[in-house]
């Protein structure tokens, strides 16, 4: 059975989704000034006070960037994978990291009507998408740091940029293919065939009866 805290924590991640994506529809018809942030919070049945402690803007709300990042645990688990005091980067580490992803991708609740709705809203609002893409960076950089952290890496190990950079780029082109109409596949069954794939790629195994 569900915890109070697991209930809460689904119902919380629905209004905020239900936020967005009447944020992306309005902008999409009618641009970020031509709607109110209590023009949102009547249709999704939340005070404003509410709506701001789900974004801190508008802006934020339609590109789905919460007011406070709530995986802590989800961050925690995957440090407490790694070995800092080991000889090198743990075996596990891109593993881990796409599993961090799947988790991730499982929160926000991504679909095809999802993201047709953050394109259209892009299309009337361009510059929306330098602030997307600024996120992705944070994103990136944050996850760095925590690579860094759990493999007990100096700051500016490349390491640390490659195994986020290799993932995150995984992440994207699998994304692709999970929304595809014709899918029929996990995101986490997807992500693990690029994976392996990428991984066959960085240490091939020489095999010369192989077919290309």
């Known amino acids: 059975m569900d915890s109070a805290k697991d209930v809460r924590k689904r119902r919380m991640a629905a209004t905020a989704a239900q936020v967005t994506s009447i944020c992306r529809k309005l ?3 009618r641009g970020l000034t031509g709607f109110t942030v209590e023009e949102v919070c009547e249709r999704v049945g939340i005070s404003r006070r509410s709506f701001f402690n789900y974004f801190a803007s508008k802006d934020d709300a339609v590109l789905g960037v919460p007011a406070r990042r709530d995986d802590d645990e989800l961050t925690a688990w995957f440090t407490a994978r790694g070995d800092p005091d080991g000889p090198g980067v743990s075996a596990t580490l891109l593993d881990d990291l ?6 991730r991708c499982e929160a926000s609740g991504m ?9 259209a809203a892009f299309e009337r609002e361009p510059r929306l998408l330098t602030k997307g893409f600024e996120r992705l960076l944070r994103d990136e950089r944050s996850d760095v740091e925590l690579v860094e952290r759990r493999e007990g890496l100096a700051p500016g190990d490349l390491r640390a940029a490659a195994a986020v950079q290799i993932v995150h780029a995984l992440v994207r082109a699998t994304a692709w293919d999970f929304l595809a109409s014709d899918c029929t596949d996990t995101f986490a069954e997807i992500l693990a065939r690029r994976l392996a794939a990428a991984r066959d790629l960085l240490a091939p195994t020489h095999d010369p009866e192989r077919k290309p």
């Open 98 to 103: 796409a599993a961090l992803a799947v988790q």
């Open 111 to 119: 679909t095809a009507e999802s993201v047709e709705d953050a394109r």
């Open 27 to 29: 902008t999409a018809e």
